[in-house]
């Protein structure tokens, strides 16, 4: 999975693709972009580059498209061939400063600026919450052996990113809000694991169930809606927003969760609580990322889409069919 930039967007948005190709440009001897692309396309008409044993950049050529792949950043620069002197042009600025542009933001600055205006403080004019629980294993293997440990959830507020700990005495009261306030909850992957274990936890029953799926929205389902792809969070939020998880796998939480149990140490415990409330970031700004481009790209495949397209794909297909059928069955023949 990739992000597919214009050249405005690699000018602005903070990224290494200009210093990489700046390498290449250097290592092959070449003194611009035009040199650069004479240069490789003796060999055939796509040239990788490696370092070490990895490739980190692919430039390619197709029906006189030129094709940039930087691996490391993963961005994707589609160029006419008479257009190539725009990037080259970029590459005239970055070589004259000697060092990265100042005036680049990170994707995540932009999102957070656009943020704190109150540009994505709602969906549709409606409130959101962006939530996760972290849960632990007991035995067996189904979702009745999973039990909760803690969560977290952010909400907008006050041009800022407000962040709210849950652990399990605040558990049922803050379902009650959940279930009580007309927002969306913004989950990932929460159909079919956060929201019925979170019903077990609260001690609720299947009509309260029936109304936190209909307020949530699941990026999960969305990206897997719109693209047929099972794409998890980490390599989503690594590959749009560059925010990585804070631990490699669940096995690390896991111990430290039994550390703090066995020590009852806070570290451990404010550890764990850092990745989770890590998770939640990551999904929100995947969600910007989502409401700010609407549009992703997967395997050489631009696929671009409405804010009111993302209510509608981010449930399960089976939800989303109960829900047209729903709105047909409540029309009058009058109408």
Same mark, same amino acid.
């Given at each position: 999975?990739? !992000? &597919?930039?214009? %050249?405005?967007?690699?000018?602005?948005?903070? +990224? +290494?693709?200009?210093?990489?190709?700046?390498?290449?440009?250097?290592?092959?001897?070449?003194?611009?972009?035009?040199?650069?692309? &004479?240069? *490789?396309?003796?060999? /055939?008409?796509?040239?990788?580059?490696?370092?070490?044993?990895?490739?980190?950049?692919?430039?390619?050529?197709?029906?006189?498209?030129?094709?940039?792949?930087?691996?490391?950043?993963?961005?994707?620069?589609? %160029?006419?061939?008479?257009?190539?002197?725009?990037?080259?042009?970029?590459?005239? @600025?970055?070589?004259?400063?000697?060092?990265?542009?100042?005036?680049?933001?990170?994707?995540?600055?932009?999102?957070?600026?656009?943020? @704190?205006?109150?540009?994505?403080?709602?969906?549709?004019? !409606?409130?959101?919450?962006?939530f996760d629980i972290?849960?632990?294993?007991?035995? /067996?293997?189904?979702?009745?052996?999973?039990?909760?440990l803690l969560a977290?959830?952010?909400?907008?507020?006050?041009?800022?990113?407000?962040?709210?700990?849950?652990?399990?005495?605040? %558990?049922?009261?803050?379902?009650?809000?959940?279930?009580?306030?007309?927002?969306?909850?913004?989950?990932?992957?929460?159909?079919?694991?956060?929201?019925? *274990?979170?019903?077990?936890?609260?001690?609720?029953?299947?009509?309260?169930?029936?109304?936190? +799926?209909?307020?949530?929205?699941?990026?999960?389902?969305?990206?897997?809606?719109?693209?047929? !792809?099972?794409?998890?969070?980490?390599?989503?939020?690594?590959?749009? *927003?560059? *925010?990585?998880?804070?631990?490699?796998?669940?096995?690390?939480?896991?111990?430290?969760?039994?550390?703090?149990?066995?020590?009852?140490?806070?570290?451990?415990?404010?550890?764990?609580? &850092? $990745?989770? &409330?890590?998770?939640?970031?990551?999904?929100?700004?995947? %969600?910007? $990322?989502?409401?700010?481009?609407?549009?992703?790209?997967?395997?050489?495949?631009?696929?671009?889409?409405?804010?009111?397209?993302?209510? @509608?794909?981010?449930?399960p297909k089976w939800?989303?069919?109960?829900?047209?059928?729903?709105?047909?069955? +409540?029309?009058?023949?009058?109408?």
């Open positions: 999975m990739y !992000k &597919k930039f214009s %050249l405005e967007e690699i000018e602005k948005i903070k +990224n +290494n693709f200009i210093p990489h190709l700046y390498s290449i440009v250097k290592k092959e001897r070449c003194q611009w972009v035009n040199d650069l692309v &004479k240069h *490789i396309f003796r060999e /055939g008409n796509n040239v990788y580059f490696f370092e070490r044993w990895d490739p980190f950049f692919k430039i390619a050529i197709n029906n006189n498209i030129l094709e940039f792949t930087d691996e490391i950043e993963r961005i994707q620069l589609f %160029l006419a061939m008479e257009e190539r002197w725009k990037l080259q042009n970029l590459l005239k @600025k970055y070589i004259i400063k000697k060092e990265r542009q100042i005036w680049q933001k990170t994707i995540e600055q932009i999102l957070y600026d656009e943020f @704190k205006t109150w540009d994505y403080s709602s969906i549709l004019n !409606k409130p959101y919450i962006v972290e849960t632990t294993m007991w035995a /067996g293997n189904n979702l009745d052996s999973y039990k909760f977290y959830a952010m909400r907008p507020w006050d041009e800022k990113m407000d962040y709210h700990y849950i652990d399990i005495n605040s %558990l049922n009261d803050f379902a009650k809000t959940l279930i009580e306030f007309e927002w969306y909850i913004i989950w990932f992957n929460s159909f079919a694991f956060d929201n019925p *274990i979170s019903i077990k936890q609260w001690w609720f029953w299947e009509n309260e169930l029936e109304i936190i +799926n209909k307020k949530s929205l699941d990026i999960f389902q969305f990206i897997r809606n719109i693209s047929g !792809k099972r794409i998890w969070l980490n390599k989503l939020s690594e590959t749009l *927003i560059w *925010i990585q998880k804070t631990l490699e796998s669940g096995a690390e939480w896991e111990v430290l969760r039994k550390q703090y149990q066995e020590t009852w140490d806070k570290k451990f415990l404010e550890e764990f609580k &850092k $990745y989770c &409330k890590n998770d939640v970031r990551m999904t929100a700004f995947v %969600l910007l $990322y989502l409401l700010h481009f609407k549009k992703i790209f997967i395997e050489w495949e631009e696929i671009s889409f409405s804010i009111e397209d993302f209510v @509608k794909l981010a449930k939800e989303i069919k109960n829900e047209e059928e729903n709105k047909f069955s +409540n029309q009058s023949i009058f109408e």
